[in-house]
């Protein structure tokens, strides 16, 4: 749960998780140490406003004459940007992400049909620089695969093949 509060020199609106209550952090907007408060009691200070009072009790009858309503005017901070997270999640060890942890598998697949152009084949050269993209750390693996089309040139069933390419990117 977090606690949200604003920040007594700037009226910045800020949220801290709870398990920073009670320490000093800087503002991200005036740079001014703020104490965050506890989290049984979030203070919101928004300059000079009159204190909530409590609730009424319920009433033992319905014939009670009704309080009329307070009405309060609230102040709202206005900021040109949205606030910032004052505690941020740690961020992974660098031997993980060197690992390429981060990263998804993807895969993709050349076909040599697609690869043909004016009668020439640029299989090898679309494949090679695919692999030159990707690099050899981030290859999980590849693998050769044969198939049927319907080329509607010659009006035949060809056999073909390609490469399938597992990586991380």
């Known amino acids: 749960m977090d606690i949200i509060f604003n920040c007594p020199n700037c009226e910045q609106e800020l949220a801290v998780d ?85 990263k998804r598998l993807r895969v993709r697949t050349i076909r040599r049909a697609s690869c043909v152009e004016s009668g020439h084949d640029y299989f090898d050269e679309r494949v090679a620089d695919f692999l030159q993209e990707v690099g050899e750390s981030n290859l999980v693996g590849m693998h050769t695969v044969t198939y049927e089309y319907f080329d509607v040139g010659v009006q035949k069933i060809v056999a073909d093949y390609g490469l399938l390419v597992i990586f991380r990117g």
């Not at 406003?49 to 009424?56: A, F, K, S, T």
């Open 18 to 102: 709870q398990s920073g209550s009670g320490s000093n952090i800087e503002c991200p907007n005036c740079s001014e140490t703020i104490t965050i408060p506890a989290a049984s009691n979030p203070k919101v200070t928004t300059g000079s406003l009159p204190p909530v009072p409590p609730p009424p009790p319920p009433a033992a009858s319905s014939t009670a004459p009704v309080a009329p309503k307070l009405e309060l005017h609230l102040k709202v901070p206005v900021r040109d940007s949205p606030s910032a997270p004052l505690i941020g999640k740690s961020k992974p060890p660098l031997e993980v992400v060197q690992k390429g942890a981060g």
